[in-house]
């Protein structure tokens, strides 16, 4: 008499609409947050910040940028500070902030204690990023849109010995264009609410 056989089978791989419900959900819930954030963020009480709403625009966003696993709802400040504020001086205190803040993963890859996931995006990443040139224009295509491949990037530039300068310039230039969006999108909300 034998021991009875144990058939181990792999699960099954997930459907296509199991592998994108995590992301849908967490996009979902993160768009909610940002636009009820917007709501309770009143203009006069902007107001009352005077001239230390630029240095806050830079803190908000450093710190925004600074955490790479949580992200930090601060979209509708931007947006409400450009209401405010001199949108000019807003988009680039918001946008020097975030390239401080991504500095952080920059340091965290030179320190070499970047864990990355070998896939393809970060194998492209690495060729892009042994080159300065390319390298600038990959961050900086990679820095202007809201998208979660940024932090591996910058984990990479690090890591790689891309210079501090090419990295926050790169970082910089992006994060203007995508501050001019938030605050573009505030002043036409405000436009077309009052």
Same mark, same amino acid.
């Given at each position: 008499?034998?021991?009875?056989?144990?058939?181990?089978?792999?699960?099954?791989?997930? !459907?296509?609409? +199991?592998?994108?419900?995590?992301?849908?959900? /967490?996009?979902?819930? %993160?768009?909610?947050?940002?636009?009820?954030?917007?709501?309770?963020?009143?203009?006069?009480?902007?107001?009352?910040?005077?001239?230390?709403?630029? &240095?806050?625009?830079? =803190?908000?966003?450093? #710190? &925004?940028? &600074?955490?790479?696993?949580?992200? =930090?709802?601060?979209?509708?400040?931007?947006?409400?500070?450009?209401?405010?504020?001199?949108? $000019?001086?807003?988009?680039? &205190?918001?946008?020097? *902030?975030?390239?401080?803040?991504?500095?952080?993963?920059?340091?965290? *890859?030179?320190?070499?204690?970047? !864990?990355?996931?070998? !896939?393809?995006?970060y194998r492209w990443l690495? +060729?892009?990023?042994?080159?300065?040139?390319?390298?600038? %224009? $990959?961050?900086?295509?990679?820095?202007?849109?809201?998208?979660p491949a940024f932090d591996?990037?910058?984990?990479?530039?690090?890591?790689?010995?891309?210079?501090? +300068? =090419?990295?926050?310039?790169? /970082?910089?230039?992006?994060?203007?264009?995508?501050? !001019?969006?938030? $605050?573009?999108? *505030?002043?036409?909300?405000?436009?077309? #609410?009052?």
């Amino acid at each position: 008499m034998g021991e009875p056989s144990l058939s181990l089978t792999p699960p099954p791989e997930p !459907t296509a609409w +199991r592998r994108w419900q995590r992301p849908l959900l /967490v996009g979902t819930l %993160l768009t909610i947050v940002n636009v009820l954030l917007y709501l309770l963020l009143t203009p006069a009480w902007l107001e009352q910040l005077g001239h230390w709403g630029y &240095a806050g625009a830079f =803190v908000v966003a450093a #710190i &925004a940028n &600074a955490t790479v696993i949580v992200p =930090v709802p601060y979209f509708p400040l931007i947006a409400r500070m450009g209401q405010v504020f001199d949108p $000019v001086g807003i988009i680039l &205190a918001a946008a020097a *902030g975030s390239a401080v803040g991504e500095s952080i993963a920059f340091f965290v *890859g030179r320190a070499g204690q970047a !864990t990355v996931v070998d !896939t393809r995006l970060y194998r492209w990443l690495q +060729r892009q990023l042994c080159h300065p040139w390319r390298a600038a %224009l $990959v961050l900086f295509l990679l820095a202007a849109p809201p998208n979660p491949a940024f932090d591996v990037a910058g984990l990479l530039a690090g890591a790689l010995g891309l210079p501090l +300068r =090419v990295f926050l310039l790169a /970082v910089f230039l992006g994060r203007i264009l995508r501050m !001019t969006l938030f $605050v573009l999108v *505030g002043i036409r909300i405000e436009h077309i #609410i009052s």
